[in-house]
């Protein structure tokens, strides 16, 4: 192996090492990996400028953009509290219909944004029944994991897959996951019964509080309400259509974004910009350059040549392979420095002789995706529901979160199993 391709994997390895430990900022490390691969000669600028995917930072720039302004509007937390007062106060049927609500809402705004929505309400509401928040917590997510497996825009992962596969647009995702996603949930949900209820007694007198909320008093500007949800729903209607109308997820976004900044105001501008996750934004283009470096050396396609060795070229045992292996892998480690370094190795073996790569990149996705419950650290949104929760006194502690996670993990690895063989191997 030439000299280069040797410095390249060695940063790599040592960079996704330091993203593990979480010693230092994962942004940080990412950005000081990617500098290293120009720096160091192993790919040019112009190069490293090439690999990265800006329909995937546009795409996410913008929704964060629709979200933070739909968000200062309080619809989220009267939807929670009017679910909360739907389920009569009572804290078994909140927990579902809280953790329904995460699930709806990641597939549609992206699981680490309805995290970060729904938390605050969640304590609020159980501070109000005087229960643990830890089993709702753990509930929203794995929840918010499963709801994002279901559509493109619903996990970065997804994001990922759908910018580089011009084929699956959003539509595809729908078609393809969101009924296994939805299967996986209504399995998810008596199991979430089964395992949290007894810690989440409360009272009657207690749970008369809950009903005597009044949902209407969050919501603080009905006129930038309609203007948001009006926004949104074109901006969801133009993902649907977006093929059809020849234009990239990410012109979609970021046209509903500045179309409500447009309708908000430049104080609004200011306000929603500050909002946008910078951090997790130059995670990415780190990660895209830190990764062209193992693409310009042959690396990945030493990778992708072993694989095809181990399975024989055969589609079936390939699509299991990259089930399984994303699974197991993205519970350990982010789901997206993997996927980043999964997707050229599965178009790497497109150019080797398997022809249909169509069930590899579901594999992908629902791998990445669904194994990101396996630990606290397996997704972005878990990390952030974590610190989110520690900050409120409650901090859920990893082995805890994976003995919970981790079968349940398994099981919907299990049953995404048998859906790929059945839907498209057999």
């Excluded at 109000?128 to 619903?154: D, F, H, K």
């Excluded at 040549?305 to 045992?317: N, S, Y």
């Excluded at 901090?395 to 398994?410: A, E, S, T, W």
Aim: proline content about 4%; charged content about 10%; some cysteine.
């Amino acid at each position: 192996m030439e000299q280069q391709a040797i410095l390249a994997i060695g940063i790599f390895l040592v960079i996704y090492a330091f993203i593990i430990s979480e010693k230092i900022h994962r942004t940080i490390v990412a950005m000081i990996g990617g500098v290293l691969m120009v720096v160091l000669g192993i790919v040019d600028q112009e190069t490293a400028l090439h690999h990265i995917d800006f329909n995937t930072l546009g795409l996410l720039v913008g929704m964060m953009i629709i979200v933070s302004v739909t968000a200062d509007t309080g619809l989220f937390k009267y939807i929670a509290i009017k679910a909360a007062k739907l389920a009569k106060g009572k804290p078994v049927p909140i927990l579902i219909a809280l953790s329904l609500i995460t699930a709806v809402g990641s597939a549609f705004l992206d699981n680490v944004t309805t995290i970060l929505l729904m938390v605050p309400v969640t304590f609020s509401i159980t501070r109000q029944l005087r229960v643990s928040p830890l089993p709702y917590m753990i509930a929203q997510i794995i929840a918010s994991n499963v709801g994002g497996t279901a559509t493109l825009i619903g996990d970065p992962p997804n994001i990922m897959i759908g910018s580089a596969v011009k084929e699956l647009t959003f539509v595809a995702f729908i078609n393809n996951l969101a009924p296994i996603a939805a299967i996986i949930m209504a399995v998810y949900l008596p199991l979430f019964v089964l395992l949290f209820r007894k810690q989440i007694l409360t009272t009657p007198e207690l749970t008369e509080s809950i009903m005597k909320m009044n949902e209407k008093e969050f919501i603080t500007d009905r006129p930038m309400l309609i203007k948001s949800l009006s926004v949104l729903g074109l901006t969801i209607l133009g993902f649907f259509l977006h093929q059809a109308l020849h234009l990239e997820s990410a012109t979609v976004a970021l046209a509903g974004a500045f179309l409500l900044l447009l309708l908000t105001g430049e104080h609004g501008m200011e306000k929603a910009l500050t909002k946008v996750e910078w951090t997790t934004i130059f995670f990415f283009i780190g990660l895209f350059v830190l990764v062209s470096g193992l693409v310009e050396t042959g690396v990945i396609s030493r990778i992708a040549a072993q694989a095809l060795e181990w399975t024989g070229g055969d589609t079936a045992a390939s699509a299991m392979l990259i089930l399984w292996l994303s699974a197991i892998a993205s519970a350990f480690v982010d789901n997206i420095p993997f996927v980043a370094t999964m997707i050229p190795m599965i178009q790497e073996m497109g150019t080797m002789g398997v022809t249909n790569l169509e069930p590899l990149w579901w594999s992908l996705a629902l791998g990445a995706c669904l194994g990101g419950n396996g630990t606290l650290i397996g997704a972005s949104a878990n990390l952030i529901a974590a610190g989110l929760s520690a900050k409120e006194g409650h901090p859920i502690g990893f082995v805890q979160f994976m003995k919970i996670g981790f079968p349940l993990m398994l099981l919907s690895i299990a049953i995404a199993s048998v859906y790929v063989w059945l839907r498209y191997l057999s």
